[in-house]
């Protein structure tokens, strides 16, 4: 293909429901937020559900029927003018052809959980914590895969979206790692609602190990001013997780109600890590190393083709990221995964390091941000991440020592 007819589109990687609602992912003022006040310099604390009353509505919110029904969702893609337009969990919006920029960082030392060196580099890790054997005996789809990755649900306004996560360590627990435009409306200057993370989410409405209220959301001042995808994640600290049962009678009959539909009980599934363990975390790696991307994309590729259905969590290897940037989405240092097809539903799905298929946990190091067509097919050919620095670390770090209940 001559040089001149290749085009690079990109997407944001969310997938979003049926309804028509468009909402601007650019710059825009935001509201004051009393809350982020309270938090460091650099770092914007939301709250999400933290009430009683608000977790309430949430769980009532997200029924045993509407999760059956969330993964039937089609996700929305703008309409192709020259291979540019995209989606992402907020709306619709369009890309531009990258160009190269360089961009300095500078390590930092640990404050929060053990800390390690990744050899032959200036990594500063922190480790993570192995799934329990109860989860590896569960029958999953890739008994390689990561039970720490899944879903996350949420509402914009009067639609309903989804994204990806995963638990990654922290003091308590109960940190979700995923990208900023999963939790946060730049537009509006506000947090997204009813936000709840379903790990190892399978598309029947299962939920093997709980569903997980989002209890705070922290991400970078940047992002939450300006939409800037250098800093294009964020970190939820979440409730004790809970599952629907069905609720039986003495005699073991299920229980159901005045129209004959089941009736289900909640029952309390402690923290999120005591479930699935979670992923380590690693920032200023680089711009090249080896990763696994992890994530449940669901739309479709420019040309309408649909690889993916978003009901399984699907990966991808590669031994060289690289740097990438696009002046459209004020992205200066992203990380580009060359070679991965994800499409509209992989957002916010975890880059992990390092990674190992037995203990199933490494290093997060990324999280899938924008889709790219690179070669200009009408197919998305990789995804990129922000690069995860000091500034990534701090937000990190500061909700990994936020206790909840």
């Known amino acids: 293909m001559p040089p001149r007819a290749k085009r ?28 982020s006040r309270t938090a460091p310099a650099g770092i914007t604390s939301v709250p999400l559900a933290q009430s009683d009353a608000d977790l309430r509505k949430v769980v009532d919110w997200w029924t045993p029927d509407r ?36 961009a300095a960082v500078t390590p930092a030392a640990a404050a929060a959980g053990r800390t390690t060196s990744t050899p032959a580099s200036n990594t500063t890790a922190l480790s993570g914590s192995a799934p329990p054997k109860a989860s590896t005996a569960l029958k999953l789809r890739n008994p390689k895969l990561p039970p720490t990755v899944g879903k996350v649900f949420f509402r914009n306004g009067t639609t309903e979206y989804w994204c990806s996560a995963s638990s990654v360590h922290s003091k308590y627990g109960n940190v979700v790692a995923t990208a900023a435009h999963c939790a946060y409306d730049v537009k509006s200057g506000k947090p997204v609602e009813n936000w709840v993370f379903i790990p190892s989410y399978v598309g029947n409405g299962e939920t093997p190990f709980g569903i997980y209220v989002g209890h705070t959301l922290h991400l970078n001042d940047t992002y939450a001013a300006t939409g800037d995808f250098d800093y294009d994640y964020a970190f939820v600290t979440v409730h004790h997780g809970y599952q629907w049962v069905q609720d039986n009678d003495a005699n073991g009959n299920v229980k159901k109600d005045a129209k004959g539909q089941p009736l289900y009980k909640r029952v309390d599934m402690g923290r999120l890590e005591s479930q699935v363990g979670g992923q380590g975390f690693a920032w200023n790696r680089g711009f090249t190393v080896a990763a696994y991307a992890f994530g449940y994309p669901a739309g479709p590729h420019p040309n309408g083709s649909r690889p993916f259905t978003g009901q399984t969590m699907e990966s991808c290897l590669t031994k060289n990221t690289k740097k990438i940037s696009t002046q ?17 539903g992989a957002s916010g799905g975890p880059w992990v390091i390092k990674y190992s298929s037995t203990r199933r946990i490494g290093y997060l190091n990324g999280v899938n941000s924008l889709t790219w067509d690179l070669n200009g097919d009408g197919r998305y050919d990789g995804v990129s991440s922000p690069y995860f620095d000091t500034a990534t670390y701090l ?9 909840t209940d």
Do not use: M
Request: net charge positive.
């Open 8 to 35: 690079i589109a990109l997407t944001f990687c969310g997938a979003l429901a049926t309804a028509s609602v468009i909402l601007s992912a650019g710059p825009a003022p935001v509201q004051a937020l009393a809350s």
């Open 395 to 403: 937000v990190y770090s500061y909700a990994a020592r936020q206790k």
């Open 328 to 344: 459209k989405w004020e992205l200066d240092k992203g990380v580009l995964f060359r070679g991965c097809g994800f499409t509209a």
């Open 67 to 102: 999760l059956k029904h969330a993964s039937s969702y089609a996700p929305k893609t703008a309409a192709s003018n020259s291979g540019t337009n995209g989606t992402n969990g907020t709306g619709s919006a369009s890309g531009t052809t990258p160009s190269a920029t360089t």
